[in-house]
């Protein structure tokens, strides 16, 4: 049982280039979360996914875009790569009611040069 | 001013010692409020949680909230060098997307 499967783990690009974080679960939960982690500023929240075909902004959207593409993946795309978006980016997962707990993968490393 | 203020430290405590983590929160309509922990390369992993004001103990972790004050604790008993992560509060209403982290403290027990 992986849990929440975040590839790549690192990866470092050059300003201006595209790439796509991808995100799976096999928790079997409706609700999917992006999130980055900078010193000093904690978790923020890039987008979020309520269920499959939905998909919200949140603190930090500008410069991503995401795609729910069935229950299982949700993928965080970065178009035109900034030095500002250098950060360790987490995918979670929302269990439905109770403690609504986060579950979260190991994080992906990106460098932007 | 950030809704969610934590002391980032770092913080390094001997081995048994009592460590106390805080936060201080400006959102009064805050209903939720957790703990996580946070292993160094690692997601972070739900800890404590709690809805109302008071004491909530778990084995060698206590939490503690006060809503009047708007200050959350973590309380961690006789606290072993597998204790040394970054503790991350989290507080919020709703559903996740209204979860607000704090910035975390990095905590080290030295054997």
């Known amino acids: 049982n992986a849990g929440v499967t975040q590839t790549p783990k690192f990866q470092v690009l050059k300003t201006g280039q595209s790439m796509t974080l991808q995100c799976a679960q096999d928790?079997?939960?409706?609700?999917m979360y992006w999130y980055r982690q900078d010193p000093g500023m904690g978790l923020r929240l890039i987008y979020y996914s309520a269920s499959e075909g939905t998909t919200d902004k949140g603190e930090v959207p500008n410069g991503y875009n995401v795609s729910r593409l069935n229950k299982r993946e949700f993928s965080l795309r970065l178009e035109s790569a900034a030095p500002s978006q250098t950060s360790v980016y987490f995918c979670?997962?929302?269990?439905?009611?109770?403690?609504?707990?986060?579950?979260f993968g190991e994080g992906s490393r990106l460098t932007v040069l | 001013q950030k809704e969610v203020e934590q002391d980032p430290g770092p913080l390094s405590v001997p081995e048994g010692a009592i460590v106390s983590l805080n936060c201080t929160y400006s959102n009064s309509a805050f209903q939720y409020f957790m703990w996580y922990r946070q292993y160094s390369r690692k997601g972070p992993e739900l800890l404590m949680y709690t809805y109302s004001s008071g004491n909530k103990e778990d084995g060698r972790f206590t939490a503690q909230v006060d809503k009047s004050s708007k200050y959350i604790s973590l309380f961690i008993r006789d606290s072993q060098p597998s204790d040394s992560a970054t503790y991350l509060c989290a507080i919020g209403s709703g559903s996740a997307r209204q979860l607000t982290f704090g910035s975390g403290t990095q905590l080290t027990v030295l054997p």
């Open positions: 928790m079997n939960h409706n609700s």
């Open positions: 979670a997962t929302q269990v439905a009611g109770g403690t609504g707990e986060l579950f």
